[in-house]
């Protein structure tokens, strides 16, 4: 049963990177690790996910530690826009489809 | 691409009442996925369809029934509302299963019980 780890806030300042760190020491071999966001009630955004590799894409970076029990989102130059919720998952209980979606991050980003 | 797309935005309920929640998605995604928000909290799984004709409960399925008869369209039946069930409501839709392929979510359906 993979699950993870989150602060349950954050502040970062306009312009700065943010750095979420979220622990996921049960991750299984073959679980990807996925991040999303929610701007305010809206649904929730896919942002990025990674196996074992560092990824980027035009969002975020994501650096997933070589034992892959934690990783870290970066939102390289935030913006107040990226102020949000930020949720990451794993999969649950050796299912396929059920991802369980915790309480997450708050960021807030300051001007 | 429309995405997903649900409606209605906001419903207000009587006690009792039932409704229907549409849901429906035009990437072709096999997997569709309902969510409930409660205030200041995570979302909870509370069914999920693998393909047309298939379903399965989530972590919190009572109260609901949902069916599947195309791969578009995935409604959210509440048969007898109650107070509990006042939430915001998300469907979401993947091509592959949940852990292996993004989920595309809709914007919400936000349901208060009175």
């Known amino acids: 049963d993979a699950k993870t780890t989150q602060p349950t806030s954050m502040d970062c300042a306009e312009g700065r990177a943010a750095n979420l760190p979220c622990n996921h020491s049960t991750i299984s071999g073959n679980e990807y690790v996925y991040w999303y966001r929610q701007i305010h009630s809206q649904g929730p955004q896919y942002i990025i996910h990674?196996?074992?590799n560092n990824e980027t894409n035009e969002m975020a970076s994501l650096i997933i530690t070589e034992d892959r029990k934690s990783s870290t989102l970066i939102l390289p130059h935030a913006t107040l826009r990226d102020t949000a919720v930020y949720y990451c998952i794993v999969r649950v209980e050796n299912n396929d489809y059920k991802l369980s979606f915790g309480a997450g991050t708050t960021v807030t980003v300051r001007a | 691409n429309a995405g997903v797309t649900q409606t209605p935005k906001f419903r207000i309920l009587k006690i009792g009442q039932s409704m229907t929640l549409q849901c429906t998605q035009d990437m072709n995604h096999n997997y569709m996925y309902w969510y409930r928000q409660d205030p200041g909290m995570g979302l909870k799984l509370i069914y999920y369809s693998v393909g047309a004709g298939i379903t399965d409960k989530g972590e919190v399925p009572n109260g609901y029934n949902v069916s599947r008869s195309t791969t578009e369209d995935f409604p959210l039946r509440l048969e007898l509302a109650a107070p509990s069930q006042t939430s915001v409501y998300f469907c979401a839709s993947s091509y592959l299963g949940g852990y292996n392929s993004p989920l595309h979510f809709g914007n919400g359906t936000r349901l208060t019980v009175t």
């Open positions: 990674g196996l074992k």
